[in-house]
């Protein structure tokens, strides 16, 4: 199973590579695997260092393919723009949404995640009901931490919509 994953997320980081470039990759110095800080899927360690679920994943398929790769930190709204120019780059671990398939490929997923979670606080808590709704939360006076122009999945992305969540970004 594991092999399995490792060769789609290969293919789909080759596709990446072709389809943006025109050219093989072994013209390329090394491919540009853009990240931001988002843990435990990919932390920043240092400047010349990355780690997570995802960057582990990612470093064992490239180094067994013997290709050349690089980690380069930015923005997510950013990277977006960037994966749609002629240079050799991939980002592993990106949500399909319709918007995305218009411009990007992707593979089967290589990760399940656990279902999305809503954090609050203690003090916060306690001006909510005893099992409140996701309608009560996103409507509240909390503020939902979000990254701009991420996608948390269609359905959660419908519900702050529709309910004009006020966010911190």
Known sequence: MKEKNFCIVFIILLFCILCT????A???????????????YRIKISEA????????ITKLIF???GISYKFEEIPFKR?????????????????QTKDRKEFYLYSDPVFKNEPLLILINSWSRKSLSEKPTIEEVLTSHLKLGVVD??????????????YHTNQEK
């Open 21 to 24: 470039t025109g050219r093989s």
């Open 26 to 40: 072994a013209m390329s110095d090394a491919i540009s695997v853009y990240y931001y800080d988002r843990p435990p």
């Open 49 to 56: 260092e990355v780690s997570g679920i995802m960057v582990d």
């Open 63 to 65: 180094q067994n393919m």
């Open 79 to 95: 990277l977006l723009e960037e994966l749609k120019s002629p240079i050799p780059a991939c980002f592993p671990g990106i949500l």
């Open 149 to 162: 122009g991420y996608s948390y999945g269609s359905w959660y992305d419908e519900k702050i919509k529709q």
